[in-house]
């Protein structure tokens, strides 16, 4: 199911996009073809027969926004640039700068452009030189601009996917790790004192789950595991408590109260610990937002208990609970 949902996200992002690029086009949104007014200085007198020389790239505000149709947005005073001559014969002018802070739509030219380099570029046409030569008004003009936001949602698509595949691969040895220790600990036993251990404390929250099944060990283990933040480790055990609880459930395409119990906690984020991620990124701040993590992770707990144990009881889910499914289903003494 959850397949089918993200394929009908990406078709309807598809579709969305397909018609802001046609409405781009029928706006001529990006001018293709048509030379933007810009002014050229040079640092020295401009050398014809020099291959290329630095400049500055001058944009008029006024000049800029007629151009494009736009009632805000202007580009800086100048841009570092150097205006080189091409094999052709004509002249290119290129921003030093790629980290340049361009007003739309020339950021989107950039990027639709010169993906590689993410530098703008354009071709300088109808250039007319001061007589001192120091300057040069004229025209740039861009390499065509179409299919701007399709682009863009087909290159992330493909980027994610290879993200994913690295994560995949990544995850790999922290899965095999913490499942090999817990086939481990099942066999030595600690498994089944861990169940001992937290039964009094999960068992209301769990009651379909048999008294000394291994299913509440690994969903001990997995909590503790995100309560320390330790995400990564917590991964496995929850997929082997959801292995484990699946095997309880006679009804292999339904999920059972336990099950929808047992990713309501994880959605809800129980951290006693800040992730390391976090950690990381704001360092000794981090002090500053623990209490707030703490008050913020028990009131989201509380709240998803509360509401999967309200859910449970609605006629519709209990409808299609598997444990009421296999009580209906099993033979009564009279029919025995």
Excluded: C
Excluded at 38 to 44: A, C, G, S, W
């Amino acid at each position: 199911m959850l397949n089918y949902i993200w394929a009908g996200l990406i078709i309807i992002s598809l579709v969305f996009a397909l018609a802001a690029d046609t409405r781009d086009l029928l706006q001529d949104t990006y001018r293709n073809d048509a030379p933007l007014p810009v002014r050229v200085e040079f640092d020295r007198p401009y050398d014809a027969e020099a291959p290329r020389q630095p400049a500055r790239l001058v944009i008029d505000s006024t000049a800029f926004q007629a151009f494009y149709g736009l009632d805000e947005g202007a580009p800086e005073a100048s841009y570092e640039a150097r205006v080189r001559r091409t094999e052709s014969g004509g002249l290119e002018l290129v921003l030093a700068d790629a980290e340049a802070a361009l007003p739309a739509p020339l950021d989107a030219i950039r990027d639709a452009t010169n993906p590689g380099e993410g530098i703008l570029q354009g071709e300088l046409v109808g250039l007319r030189l001061a007589p001192d030569g120091a300057a040069a008004t004229g025209g740039l003009r861009f390499l065509p601009v179409r299919f701007v936001k399709l682009g863009a949602i087909t290159a992330a698509a493909i980027e994610f996917a290879e993200v994913a595949v690295t994560i995949a691969i990544g995850l790999i040895g922290v899965l095999v790790l913490f499942l090999g220790l817990s086939r481990i600990a099942e066999d030595a036993g600690i498994i089944h004192a861990l169940v001992k251990l937290v039964r009094p404390v999960l068992g209301p929250l769990f009651p379909e789950i048999p008294k000394d099944h291994p299913a509440m060990g690994m969903i001990a283990l997995n909590m503790a595991a995100n309560m320390f933040g330790l995400g990564n480790a917590a991964t496995p055990f929850g997929i082997k408590a959801m292995e484990e609880m699946q095997e309880l459930n006679q009804t292999p395409d339904t999920a059972t109260n336990s099950m929808a119990m047992f990713l309501a906690i994880n959605t809800a984020s129980v951290q006693l610990i800040p992730p390391v991620t976090l950690i990381a990124i704001i360092g000794l701040e981090t002090n500053n937002v623990y209490f707030p993590i703490l008050f913020t992770t028990a009131g989201s707990l509380a709240i998803a208990i509360v509401a999967t144990k309200l859910l449970q009881r609605l006629p519709r889910y209990r409808a299609t609970d598997p444990a009421r499914l296999d009580a209906d289903a099993a033979p009564t003494p009279d029919a025995a």
